[in-house]
């Protein structure tokens, strides 16, 4: 079974790691790359993405027309997602076994982020070739 | 998920992934590396399908196999230690001191069981023991086995590795299980064909009901295990019931892939002859003797598949099946398909009796089954209401997305706001 690991972290004007310590900047991106590491080596990881701050972030609806219309950034929301995971695990637990070593990440100083993750099933995949 | 095969005749192809465990078999028991062996091979079959069509299939096709393979591996082999090398060329010698061609045609014995085995000791986890059996056994490429799970190839690539990595430290020999632990093992490797099975039929998530290369892979296999094991009752049961199921493949989806249930669906599709397969199979192992789980299942999709309308069903048979099956496993979904059975014979309320019993099972709290049963059946009994309110809570927990928009639409119907009913 498929699993979304949604990463919750971001604010407006957030430069995520921006004002850490170098040593803690890097402890920090080690972290992700030994995690991302391990769950390709188990042949559970799908596939991760990080995503550009939230000052990249455009509100997009349609206009009578269809033509898009464009908003900036939205300070009015408290969160952005920072990236995602998708696993593909034999039991939900895993995912969440997962999900908590996301959530610890170590932050300034080293110590543990404890970031909320939200873990979801993923109900369907689909690749482009299967619908040409 | 054939693309690699894309070129090859279907004839050929199929007689590529017949001989693809036999000939890992002989190069196991060649160069006795079993993870290398099964890279070779894997390259040998590639080769083929890039060299049959254009050279013509050779006289000796498994002779040609062997070669390559033989090869191939001695390639790999030599790049390794000095103690791996002076092996391997001893190998070589014996290799290349025979012709090709005159590589014995048939098997002195057939591997193919012992591979299934081995591809499936309950070492390997169950995601890496379905990657390998439908790489070494099944001869599918890494990409096919990733194109049919929609993960990446090298997610797939992986499981295969840690599968190898794991029978190398298990020290799972290359040989027949024991008397004593074949039972353990025959168990394992039946539940891996089921799994491979299953999530060609009902893809555990995904748009599409099915997808049918996998079940008919899966069929595949348990012919193979059926036929070098004509006599074990469970390999019969579940190769009956993978033919009684999958016979319903065509019907149980409509055009825009959404969900049919057995009482809608238009039996005409149904495929006969696969039918009357499943259902000789099954009378030819009742007097086998000892009666197993996959049997009992197989029955039970031998009475639906026999009734020629859904209200001729012969759900007494049904029930009755599902009490033995009930004393036989634990399994939550058994009891709720027995209480569903109930129902159908004594009426809803004692389905919904049964149903009562299970609310305390823990595997059972969070399962969207246990809610669509429950709705269908107080639809059953005319209470709209309550039923409209389990079909939608049904529909927030299932994982599949067909079965939700079924479960949603059921929902709609009953509570009128479609304008219908």
Request: net charge negative; hydrophobic share 45%; aromatic share 4%.
């Amino acid at each position: 079974m498929k699993y979304i690991l949604l990463m919750n972290t971001m604010k407006v004007g957030d430069d995520g790691m921006g004002k850490w310590p170098k040593k803690d900047q890097q402890a920090h991106i080690a972290y992700w790359n030994t995690l991302n590491k391990e769950l390709a080596e188990s042949g559970e990881l799908v596939v991760v993405e990080g995503l550009a701050f939230p000052d990249q972030a455009k509100l997009v609806r349609a206009r009578k027309d269809g033509t898009p219309a464009t908003d900036g950034v939205f300070p009015e929301s408290k969160e952005f997602l920072a990236g995602y995971w998708i696993v593909d695990v034999e039991t939900p637990d895993r995912a969440y076994v997962i999900a908590a070593r996301a959530s610890a990440a170590p932050g300034p100083g080293g110590a543990p982020l404890n970031m909320p993750i939200e873990v979801r099933p993923v109900m369907m995949s689909m690749r482009p070739d299967e619908l040409l | 998920m054939t693309n690699e095969l894309l070129n090859l005749d279907p004839r050929s192809e199929h007689m590529l992934r017949e001989l693809a465990p036999q000939v890992l078999g002989a190069v196991i028991r060649r160069f006795q590396d079993f993870a290398t062996a099964e890279d070779a091979v894997q390259e040998a079959l590639m080769a083929a399908v890039v060299q049959w069509p254009r050279e013509g299939v050779p006289d000796n096709p498994r002779g040609w196999l062997i070669h390559v393979a033989s090869r191939r591996m001695t390639d790999h082999v030599r790049t390794e230690m000095a103690r791996r090398r002076r092996e391997s060329e001893l190998a070589l010698e014996a290799v290349t001191a025979t012709e090709w061609t005159a590589i014995e045609t048939a098997p002195e014995e057939d591997d193919t069981l012992v591979l299934l085995f081995m591809c499936c000791h309950p070492a390997l986890t169950l995601a890496s023991a379905i990657a390998l059996t439908l790489r070494a056994v099944g001869g599918l490429t890494t990409a096919e086995i990733a194109h049919a799970f929609l993960v990446p190839e090298a997610t797939i690539a992986q499981r295969i590795s840690r599968a190898k990595q794991s029978i190398k430290e298990s020290g799972i020999p290359f040989q027949l299980p024991t008397s004593e632990e074949r039972a353990q093992r025959l168990r394992a490797l039946l539940h891996v064909l089921y799994l491979i099975f299953n999530e060609g039929y009902t893809s555990s998530a995904g748009p599409h009901l099915q997808r049918g290369d996998l079940s008919r892979e899966a069929m595949r296999l348990t012919r193979i295990v059926h036929a070098l094991q004509p006599d074990d009752a469970e390999v019969i049961g579940l190769l009956a019931l993978i033919l009684l199921t999958d016979a319903r493949r065509l019907a149980r989806a409509g055009t825009e892939g959404e969900l049919i249930t057995l009482a809608q669906q238009d039996r005409a599709l149904w495929d006969r002859q696969q039918i009357a397969e499943g259902v000789a199979l099954l009378s030819a192992a009742l007097p086998k003797g000892s009666i197993g789980p996959y049997q009992l299942q197989a029955a039970i999709a031998a009475v639906h598949d026999e009734a020629a309308r859904a209200e001729n069903t012969d759900w007494p048979q049904i029930l009755a099946l599902y009490e033995l099956l009930k004393r036989m496993s634990d399994n939550p979904m058994v009891m709720l398909n027995h209480a569903i059975a109930a129902a159908m014979v004594h009426g809803p309320s004692k389905g919904l009796e049964l149903l009562r019993a299970l609310d305390s099972d823990a595997r059972l709290s969070n399962h969207h089954r246990l809610d669509a049963v429950r709705a269908h059946l107080l639809e059953m009994a005319g209470d709209c209401d309550g039923a409209v309110k389990h079909y939608r809570t049904a529909a927030s927990k299932t994982l599949s997305l067909p079965e939700r928009n079924y479960l949603l639409m059921q929902g709609a119907r009953l509570s009128g706001v479609d304008g219908q009913e």
